[in-house]
């Protein structure tokens, strides 16, 4: 191991054992990549680029393929190998492409609900854990008797701030094409509510300053802002809507999904227009865009959350 490399190793050693200096720290976000050939040769590189920095998480917010490639185990594993080789505590978030679309005939023909189970096991194989070469102790949804599946639903604070993730893919969230939800939207839909219920409630017991939610799915919030909500995002915005409102800090909303680099504040409150100001979005970059984004935290500054777009350019790596 080069010098610098075992610099950045010592670092992200300290940091998976909860040694975090007092005061601001950074962390890294990326997702909807690799999607084809270039994409997965850059991912190292890329990941490498984070390794770089003084990171104190590296997290990937869904889809790690295509939505037109298998969903075989054997790219699982090459994915979660790539990942695994991150210097800093790595995270990765179930998107769409990575389960609920594996039953495409260009996925694979798989069940959706075998191929979670499988990113379960594979993916989350130590639940308390990160991914990573020097990972991250968590908590788990898997420590409640009544939500013991959702082993990706995880949690972490840094600081003053609580990190919270969520499996909440695009393509409508697993709704299902009949009017009444599926069996597994409705059981995932109760383990999201309790989830995300309790870090609210744990956030404004320790007076926090920020909590950052990380899923997948575009979940259309200008239309439910603008009282025409996606039915399968209808109560999660709700309630985040309602949390937001009762929690004195700063809501960072992390996903991805449509493929469109932003950081903005569409929450508004449906009933009266009046937006939510302690509330953003920031959407990571997506394929064809290779990047990251480098947030960095202040404690006690207004913005307390403060973003650096990081994009991809292979020149930056010959």
Request: proline residues 7%; glycine residues 8%; negative net charge.
């Amino acid at each position: 191991m080069s010098p610098r490399h075992l610099v950045l190793a010592c670092c992200a050693a300290l940091a998976a054992a909860g040694v975090q200096a007092a005061g601001a720290f950074s962390f890294g976000v990326f997702g909807d990549t690799p999607y084809n050939g270039f994409e997965r040769l850059h991912l190292p590189a890329l990941i490498a680029e984070m390794d770089a920095e003084p990171l104190s998480v590296v997290i990937h917010d869904g889809d790690l393929k295509s939505g037109g490639e298998r969903c075989d185990d054997s790219l699982f594993e090459e994915r979660l190998a790539v990942f695994q080789s991150s210097l800093h505590p790595f995270v990765f978030v179930p998107g769409d492409n990575d389960w609920t679309d594996c039953h495409r005939t260009s996925n694979g023909s798989y069940d959706p609900l075998e191929r979670l189970a499988r990113l379960r096991t594979r993916f989350f194989p130590e639940p308390h854990r990160t991914l990573g070469r020097y990972p991250l102790a968590v908590d788990t949804q898997v420590d409640d008797p009544a939500f013991s599946t959702w082993r990706e639903h995880q949690r972490w604070q840094t600081g003053p701030v609580l990190f919270v993730t969520l499996n909440v893919p695009g393509s409508h969230n697993n709704y299902g094409n009949k009017s009444a939800p599926s069996e597994e939207f409705i059981q995932r839909s109760a383990a999201l509510k309790a989830w995300i219920a309790a870090a609210f409630t744990r956030a404004r017991a320790q007076k926090l300053e920020g909590i950052v939610l990380v899923l997948q799915a575009n979940m259309d919030i200008e239309d439910f802002s603008a009282g025409r909500p996606n039915r399968a995002y209808r109560e999660l915005l709700t309630q985040i809507l309602a949390e937001t409102r009762g929690f004195a800090g700063e809501v960072l909303l992390v996903h991805g999904d449509s493929h469109f680099h932003r950081i903005d504040q569409p929450l508004r409150d449906p009933a009266s227009g009046a937006a939510i100001t302690n509330f953003t979005r920031l959407e990571t970059h997506g394929s064809p865009f290779m990047g990251w984004v480098k947030v960095d935290v202040e404690p006690g500054a207004k913005p307390l959350f403060r973003y650096s777009p990081r994009n991809y350019s292979p020149r930056q790596n010959n």
